[in-house]
């Protein structure tokens, strides 16, 4: 892979990552507040779209780069840590869960994410923590 389309896919990347981040904390604050809007199709819809690019911009890169978990911990740890999000996204998005579950549970997935975010940037499972 050449260092320009490499470089394409990191801040397509990084784009739909902030995209999802931000797509969740509106929505879970909006499922908090009752609002009707969480629940269209284009609002439940277009997240998935999101998340899917970011999910196949990671898998080219780590393909591009020649990246497996296997050899990189901090990347097995990314895809752990993206399993354990949707859990906790799922969870604090369901409005028939109990409100002090769904709060715990939403910021719980800031968290997490907020981890991913970190063990990307220093390359490291225990991120800013390592």
Known sequence: MSPEA?????HLHRLCAVLS?????ARWLG???GQAWTQRR???????????????????MAFGAA???ADAPWLLTKIVLLLVYIGLGMVAL???RP?????LAGVAALAVFG????????????????
Do not use: C, E, N
């Open 6 to 10: 490499y470089t394409l896919l990191r």
């Open 21 to 25: 981040i931000v797509g969740f904390g």
């Open 31 to 33: 499922v908090m507040a």
């Open 42 to 60: 284009l609002t439940k819809s277009l997240p998935h779209v999101i998340d899917t690019v970011l999910l196949l911009s990671a898998l080219a």
């Open 67 to 69: 990246i497996s978990p």
């Open 94 to 96: 369901r409005p028939a």
């Open 99 to 103: 409100a002090a579950q769904r709060v």
């Open 115 to 130: 981890h991913i975010v970190a063990v990307a940037i220093t390359k490291q499972p225990l991120g800013l923590l390592g």
